[in-house]
């Protein structure tokens, strides 16, 4: 066993030589940032200030050799040595919120164009799931595989958990839930987990960059805002390929006729001009950097395919986008 102190906010716990200190941290009700769990996506970055750790396999992109060499890790994959010292950041709104792991049942599958399939899961009757809007499930499927999707419902609608599924071409889990998956299947998840949910102390107006089923976390989030009454100013761009990948466009139009606060920018990336598209073209973070020339009084949400999120996060910070005030979901696969 090594016990790891977090420098920043004093907080210590011990890791098992089974676990990861993202594991750790998780068990003993700390709440690191993090997003895929498998180092892919850099979200649980931090810096290891004393002692040693083991990475697991990762990406090397979440991580660059010149990064580890000057001491960062990744905890979802680092293993203590020794004991550490570590400076990372933490979220104090999740506190008390630990993951778990329930039944769900198929309840309703609806299927928008080609590849995306609306889940409705039903939780057991005697339970109820607290998260955060914006949070994310895993199923937990044979062979010790986990595959994550974000929560597209907000909290205070209780029962259920909604999940907006793209299919992969022969992807292990999303192929069968479009080809071989009738309702009332039980699968079990893990949930919730994750660091991408609205902040809800921060009163700076918001952007929302969503890319393909990158929409469902924020359209939790922004039903989360309707339903409390939260009316800071809300721009959602929403990046599609083709027209018909705009799944309930209608549903964010009704949005901005009585919430004056919300704007919908969709922008359609693979269209032609015959397509009968009347709004904007091009890649949905290059309409933000046209719409917002000074980002430095913005608070930005963004999900949706890792290199969508990396470009946004790279040029917004460039165009003023306070780094701290850019929060993410990348959809990475996972391992394999
Ligand atoms: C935090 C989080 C939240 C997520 N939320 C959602 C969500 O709400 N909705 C959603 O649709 N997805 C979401 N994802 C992505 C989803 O979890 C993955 O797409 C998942 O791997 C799909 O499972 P699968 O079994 O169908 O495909 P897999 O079996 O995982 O994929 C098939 C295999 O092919 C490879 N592969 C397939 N296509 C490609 C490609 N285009 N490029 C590179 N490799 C490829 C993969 O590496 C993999 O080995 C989320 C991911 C994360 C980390
Ligand atoms: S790389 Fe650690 S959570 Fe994604």
Known sequence: MNRVLIENSGHTFDVRP?????????????????GCR?????????????????HDDYQG??????????????FCCARPLEDLVIECRQIDMVQGIKPRILPVRIQHKQQFGDDVMVLHLQLPATEQLTFMAG???????KDCRRR???IANAPHEKGFIELHIRKIAGGYFTEQVFNDMPLKTILRMEAPLGSFFLREQNQKPIIMVAGGTGFAPVKGMIEHMI???????VYLYRGARRTGDLYMDDLCQRWTQFMPNIQYIPVISDGHDDDGWQGRRGLVHQAVLEDHADLSGFEVYACGAPGMVDIAKETFVKQGLPEEEFYSDAFTFAPK
Do not use: H, W
């Open 38 to 54: 498998n180092g892919a996506c850099g979200a649980c970055k931090g810096k290891v200030l004393t002692g040693k750790v083991m």
């Open 227 to 233: 339903f409390n009454q939260i009316q800071r100013p």
């Open 18 to 34: 089974s676990q990861t200190v993202l594991e750790a941290a998780i068990e003993a009700g700390i709440n690191l940032p993090y």
């Open 135 to 141: 949070q994310y499930i895993e199923f937990l499927l």
């Open 61 to 74: 992109n979440a991580l660059t050799d010149a990064e580890l060499a000057a001491g960062m890790a990744l």
């Open 148 to 150: 994550a999707f974000s």
